[in-house]
């Protein structure tokens, strides 16, 4: 009798574990990824990431979801190749999944929009954007599409950001860009079902600061991925879920698909890191060394200094903004997040790791403000994952400044000349004179810091 008991314990323990693990189960699984930027030391490893994920749920649908700016103008393999690597692995993950891209500013680096659209499709991509070509008056492409997911079908419709100055300037004649939060109020409310079984998803490629605004324009239980900013982070607003996924390709978001006892979609999502030591794809692994074997010239592996240990992308734009700091005699420096690529290897530091970490180059600028002022700055720099959403405003500042500050002194500080023309996005104040320092390079002075012991 004993032993008949423990068997139906173990029985019925049994039966509650496969039930509870069924129940686990997603009904879908979404991988997205934003800002990657021709992050090759990572790519090979993404598509990896996508088939272990494919085999470690079987039968499960999967897609990709790619939220713009896949290219990087400043990556000379990328530029030289017109984007050979990223074409392939558009490529490689259509023949693993249904793929959507979702057009930014950087996507016509290589090429005008239009051939771009072109190219990315033909390689099983499916492309959806909200930028409209001057000469026609049509969309590049079109604003949405429909995914299926097994037996369910999603929504996906794309946003992107209306700066023209942050698309390349030869494109730029060619490029009709409507404000985002305008286009969402008009559009929205045809392209999202107000059904509370429906699958929502928007791309946007907007930032924090625009996404802010098309929040309520949403249903509730959206999927709303955010991108540009080169943030990393998950906010849940009721059943909504907003989350931007990094750059770089340094991590990935993998969404899994729930539904609640009310059929309501409800979406999970793990922030998982992509490593350079991480599995790669074999076949696209080897068209990276292809590319670089045939694209990288003696001057672009030349070092330029060299670093004791590794730093992580915070970390190197912090070493970034103390060099400028030391170089410059100021009090504080500041540099924009999204100057910020890559981070720094250990040992020597080639050219271009030095270009993928630091992006752009450029002048630096030089202002006094008040102490409250830089109290005002500081608290609101270097920024992370951990951040409260309250306090993201979009792109930020990386900077090094003193720990101690006092409200009756005034106190110099330094930006690049980006940082001064954009004062009021990083700074708050379109009245703070800086005065532009054009012998001072940014560039110049972190390959410097480089080569100090």
Not at 288 to 311: Q, W
Request: charged share 25%; proline share 5%; with cysteine.
């Amino acid at each position: 009798m004993a032993l008949a008991r423990s068997i139906g314990r173990v029985v019925f323990l049994f039966l509650l574990l496969a039930g509870s693990l069924c129940a686990a189960a997603p009904e879908a699984l979404l991988v997205v990824v934003g800002d990657q930027h021709s992050a090759y030391e990572r790519t090979a490893q993404l598509v990896a990431r996508v088939d272990r994920l494919k085999t470690e749920n079987p039968g499960v649908p999967l897609a990709v979801l790619i939220d713009g700016d896949t290219f990087e103008l400043g990556n000379a393999v990328a530029k030289r190749s017109g984007g050979a690597i990223e074409f392939a692995m558009f490529a490689a993950l259509a023949r693993r999944a249904p793929t959507v891209l979702n057009l930014g500013n950087h996507e016509p680096e290589f090429y005008d929009l239009a051939e771009t659209v072109a190219r990315v499709r033909a390689t099983g991509v499916t492309v959806i954007g909200n930028i409209t070509d001057h000469a026609t008056g049509k969309l590049f492409a079109p604003a949405s599409a429909r995914l299926r997911l097994g037996g369910e079908e999603a929504v996906v419709v794309g946003v992107t950001i209306d700066a023209l100055a942050q698309y390349r300037a030869a494109v730029r004649p060619m490029l009709d860009l409507t404000n985002p939060v305008a286009w969402a109020k008009e559009k929205f409310p045809a392209l999202l079902s107000r059904a509370p079984s429906a699958l929502n998803i928007v791309l946007s490629h907007a930032g924090v600061k625009n996404d802010r605004e098309i929040f309520p324009l949403v249903p509730d239980g959206t999927l709303f991925a955010g991108a540009h900013d080169h943030l990393r982070f998950v906010h849940r607003m009721g059943r909504t879920v907003y989350f931007h996924s990094g750059s770089w390709n340094d991590h990935a978001s993998v969404v899994r698909l729930r539904r609640d006892a009310e059929r309501r979609p409800v979406w999970d999502i793990e922030q998982v890191p992509i490593d350079p030591a991480d599995p790669a794809d074999p076949e696209l692994a080897a068209v990276i060394r292809e590319m670089r074997a045939k694209y990288l010239m003696a001057e672009d592996v030349a070092s330029v200094g060299r670093l004791p240990t590794a730093l992580a992308r915070e970390d190197a734009a912090r070493f970034v903004a103390r060099a400028v700091r030391i170089a410059v005699g100021v009090d504080a420096a500041f540099i924009g997040n999204t100057t910020f690529g890559a981070g720094l290897p250990a040992g020597e530091v080639s050219r271009v790791a030095l270009d993928a970490c630091v992006r752009f180059d450029g002048t630096i600028c030089v202002a006094e403000v008040t102490g409250a002022q830089l109290r005002e700055f500081l608290a609101g720099a270097n920024q992370s994952p951990d951040t409260p959403f309250a306090e993201r405003h979009g792109e930020f500042l990386f900077s090094d400044g003193p720990t101690e500050i006092a409200a009756e002194r005034r106190y110099r500080i330094a930006t690049t000349d980006w940082g001064m023309r954009n004062r009021d996005r990083y700074f708050g104040s379109e009245t703070i004179a800086f005065i532009e320092r054009p012998e001072l390079r940014l560039k110049a002075m972190v390959a410097e810091a480089l080569n100090k012991p």
